[in-house]
């Protein structure tokens, strides 16, 4: 095991009723296959805020949240052949699974029962348990750094693509989206815009679903050729039976049915959005009557996760951003509630040490 040597920088929480606030932690040193990161920028997640309030159980305090993570490489381990000093690398949600499962095995690291997330994950690593990139550096394995091919001007806005980015691309590729295809996002946030641009670079007819009419033209701008205000009938029902698929992205509990009578026979509607309390139970008959299949997804795997980094960066595709400084995270927090960012916030991780 190594020791610890490099004491940083950090944001975190230390109880789920306290605001996050400044605090130094220590990383430990690269072992063999590691490699240490000087983080650049981290994205700001809806999950973030749910962790650190303790809306889902087992919160580990302090709480140092983040997992949608850029910077450069600033160290690597004797047996490190992949990454070198001064390489653009990201760091998703993952940074360790029991490696020899199934579904570790078939590059699914993130269905592995013993995956460990990048914040309030196991670790031998003081104080237990991971700190995510609320923080000035990491240090990763190796198996779980992703290679960053955008130019590095655009480096704040691919953060975001670290989790919201393949949390949208898994299920768009798993459930084979693309050309001749009718897609429904709904939701249009920190997920959805990203599935929007997503759906639209696959090839995809995709129609967005808001409750406000005041983002028509902001979901056209993204990509979707279509846009349906979903608490207007008249507007659903156009729709009723002619959905091939729908990303649905919404953190918040709603009547799922409306949105399931939107498909196709055969049609399936993937959750991602995770909300803190359940949704409303569905009606069975909005399943059966035409083979509709209700599914989830969560975030991807490390190769799946490369792949979209690579396809994003052939395509000029990044995350639409606010940048904020590390003081501003507790304001920030109180404005995702309500809505109020477009699409993604991003702190700039140099505002740590100032």
Excluded at 138 to 163: F, G, K, S, T, W
Aim: one cysteine or more; glycine letters at 10%.
């Amino acid at each position: 095991m190594t020791t610890a040597t490099d004491t940083i920088h950090a944001y975190g929480a230390q109880a789920a009723d306290q605001a996050l606030a400044p605090l130094r932690i220590t990383r430990r040193a690269p072992g063999a296959h590691d490699v240490q990161i000087a983080i650049a920028y981290c994205g700001v997640c809806h999950s973030d805020l749910h962790q650190v309030r303790a809306e889902w159980a087992g919160t580990l305090y302090p709480c140092v949240p983040g997992h949608e993570i850029v910077g450069r490489v600033t160290a690597v381990g004797p047996h490190v052949s992949g990454f070198a000093p001064g390489d653009l690398v990201g760091v998703g949600c993952i940074v360790d699974s029991c490696r020899h499962c199934a579904e570790c095995e078939d590059g699914l690291e993130n269905y592995c029962d013993q995956m460990v997330g990048t914040y309030n994950g196991p670790t031998p690593d003081a104080p237990g348990h991971t700190l995510g990139g609320y923080s000035q550096q990491i240090v990763v394995d190796e198996r779980y750094v992703l290679r960053v091919r955008h130019p590095e001007a655009q480096l704040a806005a691919v953060a975001p693509l670290l989790c919201a980015g393949i949390t949208t691309y898994s299920p768009l590729r798993h459930w084979k989206v693309g050309p001749g295809h009718k897609v429904g996002v709904v939701g249009i946030g920190g997920l959805g815009h990203m599935g929007i641009k997503l759906a639209r670079a696959m090839g995809a007819h995709v129609v967005a679903f808001t409750t406000s009419p005041s983002k028509r033209e902001a979901a056209k701008a993204l990509g979707a050729h279509e846009v349906v205000v979903s608490r207007d009938r008249g507007e659903m029902k156009a729709h009723a039976k002619s959905l091939d698929f729908i990303l649905n992205t919404v953190a918040a509990p709603h009547d799922l049915d409306a949105f399931l009578a939107l498909l196709r026979r055969d049609g399936t509607m993937a959750l991602v959005g995770a909300p803190a309390t359940p949704h409303p139970p569905s009606n069975v008959f909005n399943l059966i009557m035409k083979r509709r299949s209700l599914a989830g997804s969560l975030i991807g795997g490390i190769a799946e996760t490369q792949e979209m980094l690579d396809f994003c960066a052939e395509r000029g595709i990044v995350a639409d951003i606010e940048m904020i400084r590390a003081g501003q995270i507790n304001d920030a927090y109180e404005r995702m509630l309500t809505g109020d960012v477009k699409y993604r916030f991003v702190i700039d991780c140099a505002s740590l040490a100032q």
